[in-house]
């Protein structure tokens, strides 16, 4: 499992409230519900509690996601539907309450963050989401990043599809979240004649058996939905639309019926898979990503237009000799575009032109190269992000700790590379002829083999635990990478 720190992920319905402790990798550790309520206060007192049962040294920071218009940079609720927080300083309070750092979203770039991260929308740079439950959010990624407008863009549920529909929460009429939402199955059926206690999958054992008035339900429930997908991939024309939410896989059954209404405007359109959990574990992701940059704003350089410029970040791809570290470094630099910086790449050319030396020399020669690294990323302009191959373990913790400050490096994530000592022995055995002299010999495998037993982690910041006589999971690392220290980029 990977190594990390600890969020509490925090997903605010206008049925259900639901906390988990969420890990750097996206793992649920722990998780309490509660019943939602339309009283701000009421749901806030019940989101203290539960961040009370779910704390621990060992949580970092909070997040929460919040239906409604969310300005995340000013961290201020500016307006909600079923569950109204603006009247509420929630992140202010419950950082008050809990010590914790406290992050908000919007809901629903909550739950898209997550299934970036880990679900069905890993792999895919543009994606539109639909949460279909007691209202409906929306959220939008271009690049894989959240597309805020100057700070609330998203509120998909808001799409107009019937300019003389029923009266929504946000003071117009026939948006889609009156027509498609959960509380809109419900007056569905309703004005159908049919009792409360209908489900939706009744609904859909029964149009399957050939009733008509379940057919016209789910018709008129998922015609509009249809409407408004098309509406969105006419605007940002994405690579894959995607339907969460407690109904997501519903809606997505249900738009069988409803086909694309022009051919201009196709896209994929695909369940979430990571349903009720998306929220809490994209809220938790995200407390992790900002807690992780820790320099303030105050100190940041400026961009000519006044913004904040973050300051150089390094992923650092740690690992003992014949760990795989390499081939995970080059993995990642290629994948993420970053650059990298390897202590055999620098020592091995010294080594060659030298004539190689002995073992002692080989650890000043890599004390020197390892100081060269630092100085490069020292160099580079504000905001880079590095990757860094080397084993951490051979210098004191302080030195990196000095270098790091040096190089003005404000934010680290570490990727752990291990395998069993039998292995690397035999990997370190099989490459000898390949590595130049000056490298130690065979010498080294016992050496090598009772450090496998004892070497840890430099657990500094998020961690990232790879097994690498397992195949490399490069979809999972870059994921990881993406929701941590790639989050602002």
Request: charged fraction near 20%; charge should be negative.
């Amino acid at each position: 499992m990977p190594l990390s720190s600890i969020a509490i992920g925090i997903d605010i319905g206008g049925t259900n409230l639901r906390a988990a402790r969420i890990s750097g990798a996206g793992e649920i550790l722990d998780r309490i519900s509660e019943k939602s309520a339309p009283d701000p206060e009421l749901v806030l007192s019940r989101i203290a509690e539960m961040v009370r049962r779910l704390d621990s040294p060992e949580v970092a920071a909070i997040g929460i996601g919040v239906p409604g218009r969310v300005d995340a940079r000013l961290g201020a609720v500016l307006s909600g539907g079923y569950v109204n927080l603006a009247s509420v300083s929630l992140a202010q309070r419950l950082e008050s309450l809990a010590g914790k750092p406290v992050v908000i979203d919007n809901d629903c770039n909550m739950a898209l963050m997550a299934e970036m991260a880990l679900g069905a929308a890993s792999g895919h740079e543009s994606i539109v989401m639909f949460t279909i439950g007691t209202g409906i959010g929306g959220a939008v990624a271009q690049d894989r990043r959240i597309v805020r407008g100057k700070g609330t863009a998203g509120q998909l549920g808001h799409i107009t599809v019937d300019i003389s529909g029923e009266a929504c929460a946000c003071g117009r009429r026939g948006c889609v979240e009156t027509t498609s939402s959960g509380t809109a199955l419900g007056r569905h059926v309703a004005r159908a004649g049919l009792g409360p206690d209908v489900s939706v999958d009744q609904l859909f054992a029964r149009d399957a058996g050939g009733d008509p008035l379940a057919r016209g339900i789910l018709q008129a429930w998922a015609g509009p939905l249809r409407a408004a997908i098309d509406t969105t991939v006419a605007m940002f024309d994405p690579d894959l639309v995607l339907l969460g939410g407690g109904l997501g896989l519903a809606a997505h059954r249900a738009l069988a019926g409803a086909p694309a209404l022009a051919p201009w405007y196709q896209c994929p359109v695909a369940p979430a898979q990571l349903g009720d959990d998306a929220g809490v574990i994209g809220a938790g992701l995200q407390a992790l990503a900002r807690k992780a940059e820790v320099a303030p704003v105050s100190s940041a350089r400026l961009n000519p237009g006044g913004r904040a410029v973050p300051g150089r970040r390094a992923v650092l791809v740690n690992g003992i000799p014949a760990s795989g570290k390499s081939t995970v470094s080059r993995g990642i630099a290629e994948r993420m575009g970053w650059p990298l910086l390897a202590l055999d790449t620098i020592k091995n050319p010294f080594l060659e032109v030298l004539g190689g030396g002995d073992r002692e020399f080989n650890r000043t020669l890599g004390r020197a190269s390892y100081e060269a690294i630092w100085s490069v990323i020292g160099e580079a302009p504000a905001g880079t992000i590095f990757v860094v191959d080397a084993w951490f373990g051979f210098q004191p913790r302080q030195v990196l700790e000095d270098h790091l400050r040096r190089a003005g490096v404000e934010q680290t994530a570490e990727i752990w590379c291990h395998a069993p000592g039998e292995v690397l022995a035999e990997r370190y055995r099989a490459r000898l002829d390949q590595r130049p002299a000056g490298h130690p010999g065979a010498a080294y495998i016992p050496d090598l083999t009772e450090l496998a037993d004892r070497a840890e982690p430099l657990r500094r910041g998020p961690l990232f635990d790879v097994d690498t006589t397992k195949p490399i999971a490069f979809d999972a690392i870059t994921q990881w990478l993406q929701a941590t220290i790639a989050a602002d980029t």
